[in-house]
T-cell receptor, first 111, second 113 residues
C-alpha cells in the first residue's frame, strides 16, 4: 500500500534554530498536508498544499509541495519552546476520504 | 472553525467491559474516522464512515465496532475490552470532496486494567 517516509524521526534543537523535516513516497499525490500534535492533544492542521511546486507559509512555518509530487518539506524558522510536539505529514489514501500519515517527527526545543 | 468533540479526555475501564467512545462534529462533515495512536506506531485507522449508517474497516478493526446513526456522531465500541487496547484514541472528520483535510478531536486516553 501507500507509505509515507517521514524524517527525521526526532530532533533536539536549541531555541532560535531553524528546523527542516521532510516526507517522501514512491507514489504521486495531488495533496500534501502537515499537522502538529501538541503533547496530550489531537493533531491540528498547519498547512495544506494542493499544487506541485507550491510554497506556502503560515507564520514561521513554510511548507513545499515537491515538484515530482512524491515529496514535501516543512521548515520552521527561529524555533521557540511552544514548537515542541509531533509533526505529521499526510496525503490522500487509496480510498475516498482516507489519509495516509507519516510516522511523525518528534521535535524537542531546549530553551 | 471545525469542532470535533470527544466525550472523554481520560477513561479507565476493566478487562472484559464493553466500552463506548463518542465523537461529535459540528461542521456537517460526511466522513468520520477513528484512529488509535501508540508510541512508535503512528496513527492507525480503525474504522471510518462516509455516510450515516455506512462504515468501512480500516487497518486494525479487530476487537472494535462502530455506529453512525446520525451524521454528526460516530461511536467506537470496544466489545470486550482487553489490556492491549490501552491507547490514545483519536476521532476525525472531513468533507466528502476530494483531498479534504481531516480535523481531529483532542483524543481520549483509554486505560484498560
Amino acid at each position: 500500500g501507500q507509505q509515507l517516509n517521514q524524517s527525521p524521526q526526532s530532533m533536539f534543537i536549541q531555541e532560535g534554530e531553524d528546523v527542516s523535516m521532510n516526507c517522501t513516497s514512491s507514489s504521486i499525490f495531488n495533496t500534501w498536508l502537515w499537522y502538529k500534535q501538541d503533547p496530550g492533544e489531537g493533531p491540528v492542521l498547519l498547512i495544506a498544499l494542493y499544487k506541485a511546486g507550491e510554497l506556502t507559509s503560515n507564520g514561521r512555518l513554510t511548507a513545499q509541495f515537491g515538484i515530482t509530487r512524491k515529496d514535501s518539506f516543512l521548515n520552521i524558522s527561529a524555533s521557540i519552546p511552544s514548537d515542541v510536539g509531533i509533526y505529521f505529514c499526510a496525503a490522500p489514501g487509496t480510498s475516498y476520504g482516507k489519509l495516509t500519515f507519516g510516522q511523525g517527527t518528534i521535535l524537542t526545543v531546549h530553551p | 472553525d471545525v469542532k470535533v468533540t470527544q466525550s472523554s479526555r481520560y477513561l479507565v475501564k476493566r478487562t472484559g467491559e464493553k466500552v463506548f467512545l463518542e465523537c461529535v462534529q459540528d461542521m456537517d462533515h460526511e466522513n468520520m474516522f477513528w484512529y488509535r495512536q501508540d508510541p512508535g506506531l503512528g496513527l492507525r485507522l480503525i474504522y471510518f464512515s462516509y455516510d450515516v449508517k455506512m462504515k468501512e474497516k480500516g487497518d486494525i478493526p479487530e476487537g472494535y465496532s462502530v455506529s453512525r446513526e446520525k451524521k454528526e456522531r460516530f461511536s467506537l465500541i470496544l466489545e470486550s475490552a482487553s489490556t492491549n487496547q490501552t491507547s490514545m484514541y483519536l476521532c476525525a472528520s472531513s468533507l466528502r470532496q476530494d483531498h479534504q483535510p481531516q480535523h481531529f478531536g483532542d483524543g481520549t486516553r483509554l486505560s484498560i486494567l
